[in-house]
């Protein structure tokens, strides 16, 4: 059978090849399907410390151990495997995750669990950089992110209702890790709707971009430092509710919420994303998450807190189209879009030790205030890439 997409084949909104509309929702499904572990890690790592399988240092671990390898594996993917034979490689991701997911039921100590869920880590990335080569192909690449965000954030707000309400009370830990491993299994079928291959990007004529240039060094650094925000402030929301006696229970149903307004926030960015530039989305976004973060810092209310907290899970999904936005403005090559998986799951991971460092005393009032320290860092980052865009468009 002839690929699915050559380098013969064009279309205004595609840089190679032409795929079908099946196609291009298939292929955003595989990565969807592998990062359901992103929005359901409080439920199931949640569910595994109440029934003593880890202490709470080992549950950080395990949580943080995921996080990079998810990072890592779509860095490998998207540099190291080529986009052809697709179909093949989406099944074997999917099965090979389907697998380990099952594991964790066989695992019996603690370092059993970080092994295989830093495995699972790394084919997760890979599903990832199915769906990442994709977007990076199109020449309305912010678009076809916000639904890639939308899809997988709609796809773990139900699951995460479904493992909350049905699966995890009756059937504990290892019930919610079969729900994961069955996802992985029904979306066997879909593989075999992705494109046959992608085909290669074309080459620029500008030896100016690349992965190691400044303006995409600069990017990948302004999308890092919004989500060691992120990762910080989401790591700690439990505690801080508890420094200003807001109870755990009410937390947690703000956790619960806040997907839903993760899934609003994709779905606005996808709404609007013709109509709202990058540059102007990315420094509302930061200054919106610096408000958010001042009255957290501020002993809010408990209304105030919960309106804080919306507005943070609400900007987490809002920003990532509009970054990749930038990263594609930063490089003309596309091969730093590649990377912000990785930048935004390396950022969330490291956001909790990083803030750790400066408690003292078990006070995490200290823990807004790193937030804002970490989004005004991306604000001035972002700075200096719009100097230096500016400067690289003058001397064009």
């Not at 029904?186 to 190691?212: H, R, T, W």
């Not at 807190?305 to 090559?333: E, H, N």
């Not at 460092?357 to 823990?367: E, M, Q």
């Amino acid at each position: 059978m002839a690929p699915v997409q050559s380098s013969s084949s064009h279309s205004s909104d595609w840089l190679v090849g032409n795929p079908t509309r099946v196609q291009q929702w298939a292929a955003l499904w595989i990565g969807s399907a592998g990062l359901q572990i992103l929005g359901l890690q409080p439920i199931l790592l949640g569910a595994l410390y109440s029934e003593k399988r880890v202490n709470f240092d080992e549950l950080a671990l395990i949580a943080t151990a995921e996080f990079i390898t998810i990072a890592l594996g779509s860095v490998i993917a998207g540099m190291l495997i080529s986009t052809r034979h697709l179909r093949l490689k989406s099944a074997v991701l999917l099965a090979t995750l389907a697998v380990l997911d099952f594991a964790v039921s066989y695992a019996t100590t603690p370092n059993e669990l970080l092994l295989v869920r830093s495995l699972a880590g790394l084919v997760e990335g890979g599903t990832v950089a199915i769906s990442i080569e994709l977007i990076a192909r199109s020449r309305h690449a912010e678009r076809l992110g916000g639904f890639f965000i939308s899809l997988q954030t709609l796809a773990q707000c139900i699951l995460a209702a479904i493992l909350a309400l049905w699966v995890v009370p009756v059937m504990g830990s290892s019930g919610g890790f079969h729900v994961l491993a069955i996802v992985c299994l029904a979306s066997l079928a879909i593989s075999a709707l992705v494109p046959g291959e992608y085909g290669e990007l074309p080459k620029q004529p500008s030896n100016m971009d690349g992965v190691l240039s400044v303006r995409a060094i600069l990017a990948l650094l302004v999308i890092f430092t919004f989500f060691l925000f992120i990762g910080s402030l989401w790591a700690f929301l439990e505690p801080l509710g508890a420094l200003y006696a807001i109870d755990a229970q009410t937390v947690g149903l703000l956790v619960s919420a806040s997907l839903a307004f993760q899934v609003l926030g994709a779905v606005c960015a996808t709404w609007i994303d013709r109509h709202l530039d990058y540059r102007l989305s990315i420094i509302l976004c930061i200054l919106a998450a610096i408000a958010a973060s001042a009255i957290l810092a501020d002993h809010p209310s408990v209304s105030m807190f919960w309106a804080a907290a919306l507005v943070i899970a609400f900007l987490w999904m809002f920003i990532t189209p509009y970054q990749i936005g930038l990263a594609v403005a930063a490089d003309s090559s596309r091969s730093t879009a590649l990377l912000i998986p990785a930048a935004q799951i390396l950022g969330a991971a490291l956001g909790p030790l990083a803030a750790s460092i400066f408690i003292t005393n078990d006070n995490v009032g200290i823990v807004p205030w790193f937030g804002m320290g970490a989004l005004l860092c991306s604000l001035a980052l972002f700075g200096v890439f719009l100097m230096f865009s500016r400067r690289r468009a003058i001397t064009v």
